[in-house]
């Protein structure tokens, strides 16, 4: 996959903005309908994250490359998002919780 170079741009900044607030919007409802420790199974989990909270996060990646400061946003919330599919503690590192977690790490 080819990216073109893209100038940054407000506009750009506040697609990936708007995306992660509708990502983080999908991911509550989904924790408030599985809490830690009485909820889905860890497969179930996976799927969900892949199917739901994925597209809505990486959706236009392809086209339009983030910021410095959007990426670090996106690449915190993706690790919230694999910790809460594997139920690792928060001192897991990242290297670990991507393989732990079999979602992939968010692409450059």
């Not at 809490?35 to 892949?50: Q, V």
């Not at 599919?85 to 290297?95: H, Y």
Request: charged share 10%; net charge positive.
């Amino acid at each position: 996959m080819v990216r073109i170079p893209v100038h940054p741009h407000p506009l750009h900044i506040d697609t990936f903005l708007r995306h992660l607030a509708l990502a983080q919007g999908a991911f509550a409802q989904v924790r408030r309908s599985s809490p830690a420790r009485a909820g889905l199974a860890p497969y179930l989990s996976h799927r969900l994250a892949t199917s739901l909270v994925a597209p809505i996060l990486l959706y236009g990646e392809d086209l339009l490359t983030p910021n410095l400061c959007s990426f670090t946003r996106l690449n915190t919330f993706w690790h919230k998002v694999q910790r809460w599919a594997t139920n690792c503690f928060s001192s897991t590192p990242i290297g670990i919780l991507a393989i732990e977690s079999s979602l992939p790490p968010m692409p450059l």
